[in-house]
């Protein structure tokens, strides 16, 4: 299996020109799984993983559950009826 990109990577190892796309590349499925792995070993990665990471939005008033910028905002503006 072929996957197209418009951008070569450096790391890409078996790039072939696009017949159908001028200035596009393929670049077969195995390949693009190595540069992934190529990033993703990087400690960084993990880093802005959990950074990145999303919260559940089931907010409950006043919850000690709720994430800590909903807790801030609760602190500073209080409940609204």
């Known amino acids: 299996m072929a996957v197209l990109c418009t951008s070569l990577s450096r790391s890409a190892t078996q790039p072939q020109l696009d017949p159908d796309k001028p ?37 409950i008033p006043n919850s000690a559950s709720n994430p800590e910028n909903v807790k801030r905002a609760e602190r500073v503006f209080g409940e609204y009826e």
């Open 23 to 59: 200035g596009s590349y393929i670049l077969s499925k195995a390949d693009l799984v190595l540069i992934e792995k190529a990033k993703t070993l990087n400690p960084m990665y993990e880093t802005w993983s959990r950074a990145l990471r999303t919260q559940s939005n089931t907010i």
